[in-house]
């Protein structure tokens, strides 16, 4: 698909929403969404709590723009970072909306949900930062075959330049 040129950048950030996590990793979540909106992105994340909370509220103190995808039919499950939540209604059907509405994917750790969109951007071919310890291989993909690891946001700066010139 192309854009044009009135259409912003949605970069997508996903992981786990569990509340309870290590400080280390809601930090780098946070500054993860506040690169995002840095850059002038627009940040697209399930909407929730845990990893997308963080990336959330970084994006929007950073004063960027945040798009939640919500999973149920209720803005009451939205973080209170959310700019533009869209209820789907869809339950986790509504993966498929996060990764083909990125063009960039930034996976955290994460449960089943987020390996669910791991795959969905591996088959489509939307390119996923790995800031996590995610792995593919099996006898269809060469090890780590569209996972391109970052361990830190200099990392991520890098391939965000990448993968969106």
């Given amino acids: ?3 044009s040129a009135s259409h912003r950048t949605l970069i997508g950030i996903i992981g786990s929403g569990a ?3 290590p400080a280390k990793l809601k930090q780098f979540a946070y500054k993860a969404g506040q690169l995002v909106a840095g850059k002038g992105f627009v940040l697209l994340t399930g909407g ?3 990893i997308m909370y963080h990336a959330s509220r970084g994006a929007s103190e950073a004063g960027g723009t945040v798009v939640g995808i919500i999973p149920g039919k209720d803005t009451q499950e939205c973080n209170p970072f959310v700019d533009i939540p869209i209820i789907t209604g869809i339950s986790d059907a509504r993966n498929l909306i996060n990764i083909l509405s990125a063009r960039v994917v930034i996976a955290f750790p ?3 949900g ?3 969109e791991i795959g969905l951007a591996l088959k489509n071919g939307v390119p996923i930062i790995n800031c996590g310890d995610w792995r593919v291989e099996n006898a269809l993909f060469k090890p780590d075959a569209g996972l391109h690891t970052a361990v830190d946001i200099e990392a991520i700066e890098r391939l965000l330049d990448q993968f969106c010139g």
Avoid: V
């Fill in 114 to 116: 987020t390996l669910s």
């Fill in 110 to 112: 994460g449960g089943g």
């Fill in 1 to 3: 698909m192309t854009l």
């Fill in 48 to 50: 929730r709590g845990g």
């Fill in 19 to 21: 509340t309870e996590l």
